[in-house]
C-alpha cells in the first residue's frame, strides 16, 4: 500500500506539471545564460519537483483522496467476487435455495448502489466492505451445503444397516474366534458409519438456520448502510458472523473432502 501511494503521488498530474514546468524554465536559463552549469540547472528543477512531491505526500487530502480510491477498488473487486460465486453456486442450488441466492444478491446490489451514491466515510466505507465479505462467505458456504445435503440424501444408509443386520445375525452362528472377531470389528465400523452420517445431518440442519441469521443479518446491515447509521459496533458484528461462516465453510470443505464411502 504505501509503494502504490508513493507511486500515486510520483505521478500525480500536479507534480508531473511542475517537473516539466521546471525542466523548461531550466532549458531557457540555460540558453539566455551560457555561463550556468546545466547540472545545476536541472538539479535546481529536480528539487523543485521533490519539494511538490513531499509537500503530497504530506498532504491529508491527498491521502483521504488515495485511501478512498484504494476502497472503491476493492469494493468493485469484492462486487466481482460475489457476481462470480453466485454464477457457480447457481450451479449446484435447487429452487428453494436459488430463490435465498437471489436475495441476498439483491440486497448486495443495494449496498454497493448505496455506497457509490451516498457520502463517504472511512466508517461506511470499512461496513460496507464487510457486509461484501459476508456476502461472498454466505454464498460459498450455501454452495457447499447445498453439495454436502446432496450428497448425504444420495447416501443409502439402509443399506448400511442391512450389513449390521447379517452381520449380527451372523454372530449368532459362528464358532471361530478369528471370524468373531472380524464380524465385531465390522459391525462397529458400520455403526459408526451411521452415527457420523445422522450426526452430519443434525449439523447440516444448524448450519441452515447459520445461513439464514446471515441473510438477516445482511439485510439488516442493508438497511443500516442505506439510512447512514454506521456504527463500530456494527463492524465487531460483522467480524462475528464471518468468523463464524468462515468456520462453518471449512468444517463442510474437510467433510466433503473426506466424506464417508458406503
Given at each position: 500500500?504505501?509503494?502504490?501511494?508513493?507511486?500515486?503521488?510520483?505521478?500525480r498530474?500536479r507534480?508531473?506539471?511542475?517537473?516539466l514546468l521546471?525542466?523548461?524554465a531550466?532549458?531557457?536559463?540555460l540558453?539566455?545564460?551560457?555561463?550556468?552549469s546545466?547540472?545545476?540547472?536541472?538539479?535546481?528543477?529536480l528539487?523543485?519537483?521533490v519539494?511538490s512531491l513531499?509537500?503530497?505526500l504530506?498532504?491529508?487530502?491527498?491521502?483521504?483522496k488515495?485511501?478512498?480510491?484504494?476502497k472503491?477498488?476493492q469494493?468493485?473487486?469484492?462486487?466481482f467476487i460475489?457476481?462470480?460465486?453466485s454464477?457457480?453456486?447457481?450451479r449446484?442450488?435447487?429452487?428453494?435455495?436459488?430463490q435465498?441466492?437471489?436475495?441476498i444478491m439483491?440486497?448486495?446490489?443495494?449496498?454497493?448502489?448505496?455506497?457509490f451514491?451516498?457520502?463517504?466515510?472511512?466508517?461506511?466505507e470499512?461496513?460496507v466492505?464487510?457486509?461484501?465479505?459476508?456476502?461472498?462467505s454466505?454464498?460459498?458456504?450455501?454452495?457447499?451445503?447445498?453439495?454436502?445435503?446432496?450428497?448425504?440424501?444420495e447416501?443409502?444408509?439402509?443399506?448400511v444397516?442391512?450389513?449390521?443386520?447379517l452381520?449380527?445375525?451372523?454372530l449368532?452362528?459362528?464358532k471361530?474366534?478369528?471370524r468373531?472377531?472380524?464380524?465385531?470389528?465390522v459391525?462397529?465400523?458400520?455403526q459408526?458409519?451411521i452415527t457420523t452420517?445422522k450426526?452430519?445431518?443434525?449439523?447440516?440442519?444448524?448450519?441452515?438456520?447459520?445461513?439464514?441469521y446471515m441473510s438477516?443479518?445482511?439485510?439488516?446491515?442493508k438497511?443500516?448502510?442505506?439510512?447512514?447509521?454506521?456504527?463500530?459496533?456494527?463492524?465487531e458484528?460483522?467480524?462475528?458472523?464471518?468468523?463464524e461462516a468462515?468456520?462453518?465453510?471449512?468444517v463442510?470443505?474437510e467433510?466433503r473432502k473426506n466424506r464417508?464411502?458406503?
Amino acid at each position: 500500500m504505501k509503494l502504490k501511494l508513493f507511486l500515486s503521488a510520483v505521478f500525480r498530474f500536479r507534480n508531473i506539471a511542475i517537473l516539466l514546468l521546471a525542466l523548461g524554465a531550466a532549458s531557457i536559463v540555460l540558453e539566455s545564460f551560457s555561463g550556468i552549469s546545466p547540472w545545476a540547472a536541472y538539479l535546481v528543477s529536480l528539487s523543485a519537483y521533490v519539494a511538490s512531491l513531499v509537500q503530497t505526500l504530506t498532504n491529508r487530502e491527498f491521502h483521504e483522496k488515495f485511501n478512498h480510491k484504494q476502497k472503491v477498488k476493492q469494493i468493485q473487486n469484492l462486487n466481482f467476487i460475489c457476481l462470480r460465486l453466485s454464477s457457480e453456486a447457481k450451479r449446484h442450488l435447487n429452487t428453494a435455495q436459488n430463490q435465498k441466492l437471489r436475495k441476498i444478491m439483491e440486497d448486495k446490489d443495494d449496498i454497493v448502489n448505496s455506497f457509490f451514491r451516498g457520502e463517504r466515510s472511512f466508517l461506511k466505507e470499512k461496513v460496507v466492505e464487510q457486509t461484501l465479505n459476508l456476502v461472498a462467505s454466505y454464498i460459498r458456504l450455501l454452495m457447499n451445503y447445498a453439495i454436502r445435503s446432496k450428497e448425504l440424501e444420495e447416501m443409502d444408509i439402509s443399506e448400511v444397516a442391512n450389513r449390521i443386520n447379517l452381520n449380527t445375525r451372523k454372530l449368532n452362528f459362528e464358532k471361530d474366534p478369528s471370524r468373531l472377531d472380524d464380524l465385531r470389528k465390522v459391525i462397529d465400523m458400520d455403526q459408526k458409519i451411521i452415527t457420523t452420517l445422522k450426526e452430519e445431518k443434525k449439523n447440516l440442519e444448524g448450519i441452515s438456520a447459520k445461513l439464514d441469521y446471515m441473510s438477516s443479518a445482511v439485510n439488516m446491515f442493508k438497511h443500516q448502510i442505506m439510512s447512514s447509521i454506521e456504527s463500530e459496533d456494527m463492524l465487531e458484528q460483522l467480524q462475528t458472523v464471518l468468523n463464524e461462516a468462515e468456520a462453518l465453510d471449512n468444517v463442510l470443505y474437510e467433510r466433503r473432502k473426506n466424506r464417508v464411502k458406503l
